[in-house]
Nanobody, 114 residues
């Protein structure tokens, strides 16, 4: 069973930045497209960014040009650099493979508020 551990969240003011990290306990990490998801209170979990094995990326329109996903296959980690954060980015952020097929980790809370 894959274990996913997210970290790096916190409370920031609008316009601030955060860098989220996720580690995955899986042998063949580098064969999977990875994604960052988020779930705001009362809303469904949504995919905000994904990164393929070769490094190509995709972003939800709401975060394009503000979020950057990256990965380090040797460390089995995936990152999400977030800049110019907005209150609507407030959510619990999770990482998972594309499609969300692995068991979800506990996530990391991001709160954007003045």
């Amino acid at each position: 069973q894959v274990q996913l551990v997210e970290s790096g969240g916190g409370l920031v003011q609008p316009g601030g930045s955060l860098r989220l990290s996720c580690t995955a306990s899986i042998v063949f990490f580098d064969v999977y497209t990875m994604g960052w998801y988020r779930q705001a209170p009362g809303k469904q979990r949504e995919l905000v960014a994904s990164i393929a094995v070769g490094g190509s990326t995709n972003y939800a329109d709401s975060v394009k040009d503000r979020f950057t996903i990256s990965r380090d296959n040797a460390k089995k980690m995936v990152y999400l650099q977030m800049i110019n954060l907005k209150p609507e980015d407030t959510a619990v952020y999770y990482c998972n493979r594309a499609g969300g097929n692995w068991s979800w980790g506990q996530g990391t809370q991001v709160t954007v508020s003045s």
